[in-house]
């Protein structure tokens, strides 16, 4: 994004673990990184959210999504950001097509991923550099 940023030291991971592990990459980074959970900030899809809908917030229920679980026990505690990228929910609850979906391409236009992904992507920098 264009325009003067405040001076921060920023560590961007992306485990490389199934997301369901991914507290087993993001704990030890935090350690590494000394970083205290309230400077923790986690993006991960929301089926819960429409798609398109970018929201934050600290804490808070983890509604069944198995790579938060494994993150909030990685880090003791759900005091981390959360930027949840909504991604829709199919028409079904079966857990076989429920995964499915959320580990398949979007059926969106590429336009409309590119969009979304800039929204998330802006709400990071909003948290992370403190702009309203």
Known sequence: LPGERPRRR???L???????????????????LRLPLEQVVV???EIDLPFGEVRARVGGGLAGHNGLKSVK???GGEGFTRVRVG???????????????????????????QELLARACEEVERIVFGRE
């Open 87 to 113: 991604v829709g929910r199919p028409d079904s609850s079966d857990p076989e097509i429920v995964s499915g979906y959320v580990l398949g391409r979007f059926s969106e236009p590429e336009a409309e991923v």
């Open 73 to 75: 026990q990685a880090l």
């Open 43 to 45: 993006v991960h899809d």
């Open 10 to 12: 920023v560590a961007v």
């Open 14 to 32: 992306c485990p490389l673990t199934y997301m369901n592990d991914a507290g087993r990459s993001v704990g030890p980074a935090r350690g590494a």
